[in-house]
């Protein structure tokens, strides 16, 4: 069984940037696809990016494409979220997940393993 303990989440202007980090422990990091995916209040946990087994290939929400950049280290077993000109739309819960899974996916159903969430918020 694998823990993700999401950190980095904080109040931020539009404009502004975060960076999210994931730390996992209890399995093998490096042989599974990661993921981030957010939520608000009343609404299904969306996905924003993901991430293949060797890094080698990433996708991304139409939203955050070309502000967001999703990498891993696999000796720190840390998943990242750059998040660059943010919006107040982006205000969430950013949560970080992994599966059984090599190959990165846009679906929230292919993870397995979440973390906690960290709140992003973002003010005009």
């Known amino acids: 069984q694998v823990q993700l303990v999401e950190s980095g989440g904080g109040l931020v202007q539009a404009g502004g940037s975060l960076r999210l980090s994931c730390a996992a422990s209890?399995?093998?990091?490096?042989?599974?696809?990661l993921g981030w995916f957010r939520q608000t209040p009343g609404k299904e946990r969306e996905f924003v990016a993901t991430i293949s087994w060797s890094g080698n290939t990433a996708y991304y929400a139409d939203a955050v494409k070309g502000r967001f950049t999703i990498s891993r280290d696999d000796v720190k077993n840390t998943l990242y979220l750059q998040m660059n000109s943010l919006k107040p739309e982006d205000t969430a819960v950013y949560y970080c997940?992994?599966?059984?899974?090599?190959?990165?996916?846009?679906?929230?159903?292919?993870?397995?393993?979440w973390g906690q969430g960290t709140q992003v918020t973002v003010s005009t």
């Open positions: 209890g399995r093998t990091f490096s042989r599974y696809a």
């Open positions: 997940a992994t599966g059984p899974y090599l190959r990165a996916s846009t679906r929230v159903t292919d993870f397995t393993s």
